[in-house]
């Protein structure tokens, strides 16, 4: 398996453009999780799916923000109008089983580093 | 879900030598993970402890958990420059179905 693919790998944007960020879990998992990385903050959990149904999005920072899983192979996460404080490598990981991924834990992609001018 | 915290903040030391980071946590768990992240990448998982487990290893891993002091430590043996990365524990009680992670201790090991 190809482990979680992430793209793009790098996205600059301006200020007030919308961003999408894309996520493939690998096969067989049926937890999805989108989390963002600041030096500042470190990793914030953004949003949880299982079973391509939104669990807890109560990280999700603003309406600005909005992810979806249309199905169990696909994540997007949307920023809508992007600022330059949403600068950040946003990470998808996904786990193999509802919870923390028992003994294999998460598999995380490589990330998108956004940046917003 | 609970929130680790990991300490020292950073570690610094000569490739040969253990390192040695540690994680507190403030509730009951039913196991603890320890995560790896290199510059620039996603974080790799490394190891899972139970709360009925007191050690565990893997490779040059090792990894210690104390439940009445609410701790974990990991170590390092013989560390190698490729060991450098910043390393997050996440703690996980009963019914969790998600990871929070901390500020990590970020390992430095010089050649």
């Known amino acids: 398996d190809a482990g979680v693919i992430q793209s793009p790998r790098h996205e600059v944007t301006e200020m007030g453009q919308e961003v999408t960020l894309r996520c493939k879990p690998i096969s067989g998992h049926n937890s999805l999780f989108w989390y963002r990385q600041t030096m500042m903050r470190g990793l914030e959990l953004l949003i949880y799916f299982n079973n391509n149904v939104p669990i807890d999005d109560s990280g999700m920072p603003e309406d600005r923000f909005s992810a979806k899983m249309p199905n169990a192979s696909f994540s997007t996460l949307k920023i809508q109008p992007s600022e330059p404080r949403d600068s950040a490598v946003y990470f998808c990981?996904?786990?193999?089983?509802?919870?923390?991924?028992?003994?294999?834990?998460?598999?995380f992609g490589s990330g998108t580093r956004l940046t917003v001018v | 879900s609970q929130q680790g915290e990991e300490d020292p903040q950073a570690l610094s030391i000569q490739e040969g030598e253990n390192a040695t980071m540690n994680c507190s946590y403030k509730?009951?768990?039913?196991?603890l993970q320890w995560y790896r992240q290199n510059s620039g990448r996603g974080l790799v998982h490394l190891i899972l402890?139970?709360?009925?487990?007191r050690e565990k290893h893997s490779g040059r891993l090792r990894v210690t958990l104390d439940t009445s002091k609410k701790s974990s430590s990991l170590l390092i043996t013989a560390s190698r420059a490729a060991d450098t990365a910043s390393y997050f524990c996440?703690?996980?009680?009963?019914?969790?179905?998600?990871?929070?992670f901390g500020k990590g201790t970020k390992l430095s090991v010089i050649p």
């Open positions: 996440a703690p996980s009680g009963a019914g969790s179905y998600q990871l929070t």
């Open positions: 990981a996904s786990s193999p089983r509802t919870g923390v991924g028992g003994i294999y834990g998460y598999t």
């Open positions: 402890i139970r709360s009925n487990e």
């Open positions: 509730t009951s768990i039913n196991n």
